[in-house]
C-alpha cells in the first residue's frame, strides 16, 4: 500500500492542499482497489460514503436520461477525485462511474475527508476551486450541445481524447471507445456517430483498425462544422 504523502498523484487534486499529518492519517484508513475494465465503481442513486483517488486508468461518469439512454457528461482520468460533490452535499450520488480501463483507485472513507474539510481551509477552498471548474465545464457542454452539430462535437470528443489521453506507440488513441460511447459523449443515436466517423474516414480526418481510431489530419478536424 503507497503512502498517500509521497504519492505523486495527490498532487493532481485537492489532497495537495493536506498537511503531512492529515496525510499520514489518511494513508492508514483508505484502501487500495483494482477496479476491472468495465465494471461499475458506483451506481447512480448510490450512497459512497468517501471519496475515490484515481492513481491509474479511465472511467466514464453518466446519466440515465429520460429516454432510458446513458449520456456520458465526463471522462475521469488519473489524479481526479471522484465522489465529492456528493460527499461535500450529503446527498446519493447523481452520475454512474463505469472503468473503461483497468483502474487502480484508494478510496477515502466520508469520516476522513469531512474532518479535514472542517479543519483544513486550504484544503476545503481547494475542493470548492475543483468544483466551480466542473460546473463552468459543465455550462461549456450544455451550451455546445446546444449551438454546434453533433458533427462538430463528434469531432471535439476526438480531439479531447487526443489531447487529454495521448496516443500509442502506433498513433491510435490510447483510450478506446465503443461506437455507442462517442454516441452518448455527444448525445445522439449510436448510428449517427457511426456514419459520421465513416464519413471523417472517407474524408481522411482519421483512419481505424477495429475500435481503435488515428487522427491523420487535426488541422482539418479542428475545422470540422
Known sequence: MSNCEQCIVRQFNSLKSLTKEELIRISGCKTSKTIKKGQLIFDEGENVNGVYCIKDGVCKLTKLSANGKDQIVKLVVKGDLLGQRSLVSDEVTNLSATALSEMQVCFIPKQEIM??????????????????KDLRKADN????????????????ALIYIYNT?????????????SREDYANIVGTATESAIRILSQFKKDGLI?????????????????VE
Not at 489521453?165 to 471507445?177: N, Q, R, W
Not at 481505424?208 to 489530419?217: L, N, P, R, S, V
Open 165 to 177: 489521453f495521448g496516443t500509442t506507440e502506433d498513433d491510435m488513441l490510447s483510450v478506446i471507445l
Open 207 to 223: 483512419s481505424t483498425k477495429g475500435k481503435q481510431i488515428k487522427i491523420e489530419d487535426l488541422v482539418t478536424l479542428k475545422r
Open 115 to 132: 474532518h479535514d474539510l472542517h479543519e483544513n481551509s486550504d484544503f476545503t477552498l481547494d475542493v470548492l476551486q475543483h468544483m466551480a
Open 141 to 156: 457542454v450544455i451550451v455546445n450541445m446546444a449551438q454546434k452539430s453533433v458533427r462538430q462535437r463528434l469531432a471535439e
